[in-house]
C-alpha cells in the first residue's frame, strides 16, 4: 500500500473525525518544526507526514481511494504521469491536490503570518508547555430543564451557542452554532449529555467540552421515584368506603380508567405494574404506577347522618 496514513496517526482504520483530530493535535504538537529548533530537518519530514495523513484520512474522497487502493493510486497523476501501464485511479476525474502543513496546522490553532508560517509560537502556544500535550479546558456544564413528558416518551431539542473562535488572522470572533440532542425515553435527571471541544477556542489551550445536565422539571400530576411514577389522589370518605372509578391520563396522553374496589385506609396505595417510566437501559420496560390516597372527611354531620353511620358501621 505505500506509506500507512494510519500507522503515521496511530489510529485503527475505523478512526471517526474526533479520532483524526485527537491523534493529529498529539502528533503535531510533538514534531513541529518550531519545536524541535536541534532537530528540524527530521522534525519537518515528520510534520509533513503527519499533516498529510491527516489530509487525506479527514477528507471522505481521498480516504476512500486510499483505503481501496492505496496511496500509489491516489497520488498517480503526481506520481507517474506518462506510465505506460494501466492507470490505476479509480476516478480518473479526481486529482490529488494534497494541503499545506502549515494551512492544516493554522486551521487548528489560528492564523499566519501570511507566509505560511503559524503565528501560534509567536503568541505563546507553547510557553510553559515543554515535552507535554496543551492542557484542555475545564468542562462547562449547563443545566437542561426536560419535562416529565420529553423524559417519559422522548424527544429532540435543538441548542443554540455562541462561543470564541480565531478567524483566519487569528484574531478571536464569536460563532454561533445549533446542537441537536436527542432525549432517549428514561433518562433520569442527571444524565450528562458531552458535545467534545464544543467550548472557547484559545491558543494553546485544547477547548473545553461542553456538557449538558438533564434536569426534570416539576410536572402537575404526577412525581418521578426512581423508575417509578407517583400520583396522589384525593377522594371523599365516600368514594374511600364505596369504591370508585379512578381516570388518569398518562403522560404519553392515554386515558388510563383504574378502578378502586378495596375500601382505601389511611396509607393504602395502589399500584399499577408497566405504567412507570421508561427503563433506559432495559428496552420495553418500566417501572410502576403508584396512586397513593388523600381522604377527605367531612367537615360536619347531623345527627341524623351519625345515627344512620353508627347504625351501618357498628
Not at 43 to 70: N, T, W
Not at 184 to 204: D, H, L, V
Request: proline share 8%; charged share 30%.
Amino acid at each position: 500500500m505505500g506509506v500507512d496514513y494510519y500507522n503515521i496517526l496511530k489510529v485503527g482504520r475505523n478512526a471517526n473525525e474526533d479520532d483524526l483530530k485527537k491523534a493529529y493535535r498529539r502528533l503535531v504538537m510533538r514534531w513541529h518544526p518550531d519545536k524541535n529548533p536541534s532537530n528540524k530537518k527530521e522534525a519537518e519530514a515528520k510534520f509533513k507526514q503527519i499533516s498529510e495523513a491527516y489530509d487525506v484520512l479527514s477528507d471522505p474522497q481521498k480516504r476512500q481511494i486510499y483505503d481501496l487502493y492505496g496511496e500509489e493510486a491516489l497520488k498517480f497523476d503526481q506520481v507517474s504521469p506518462s506510465s505506460s501501464g494501466p492507470n490505476p485511479n479509480p476516478n480518473p476525474s479526481f486529482r490529488f491536490n494534497p494541503r499545506d502543513a502549515e494551512d492544516i496546522f493554522a486551521e487548528f490553532f489560528g492564523g499566519s503570518d501570511g507566509g505560511g508560517r503559524s503565528r501560534v509560537f509567536g503568541e505563546g502556544y507553547f510557553r510553559n508547555v515543554g515535552n507535554q500535550p496543551p492542557r484542555k479546558a475545564p468542562a462547562i456544564e449547563n443545566k437542561f430543564p426536560c419535562s416529565l413528558e420529553d423524559l417519559y416518551k422522548g424527544s429532540k431539542k435543538k441548542m443554540k451557542i455562541s462561543r470564541t473562535v480565531p478567524d483566519a488572522h487569528g484574531k478571536p470572533r464569536t460563532v454561533e452554532e445549533i446542537l441537536a440532542i436527542d432525549i432517549k425515553p428514561g433518562w433520569k435527571k442527571g444524565t450528562k449529555i458531552t458535545f467534545p471541544e464544543k467550548g472557547n477556542q484559545e491558543p494553546g489551550i485544547i477547548p473545553a467540552d461542553l456538557v449538558f445536565v438533564v434536569d426534570e422539571k416539576p410536572h402537575a400530576v404526577y412525581k418521578r421515584d426512581g423508575n417509578d411514577l407517583v400520583v396522589n389522589q384525593r377522594i371523599s370518605l365516600l368514594d374511600a368506603l364505596t369504591g370508585k372509578i379512578l381516570n388518569l391520563t398518562t403522560l404519553d396522553g392515554r386515558n388510563l380508567p383504574v378502578p378502586v374496589t378495596d375500601i382505601i385506609r389511611p396509607g393504602y396505595e395502589v399500584v399499577i405494574p408497566s405504567e412507570g417510566m421508561p427503563i433506559s437501559k432495559e428496552l420495553g420496560k418500566k417501572g410502576n404506577l403508584r396512586i397513593k390516597f388523600d381522604i377527605k372527611f367531612p367537615s360536619r354531620l347531623t345527627a341524623e347522618q351519625k345515627s344512620d353511620l353508627q347504625r351501618v358501621l357498628s
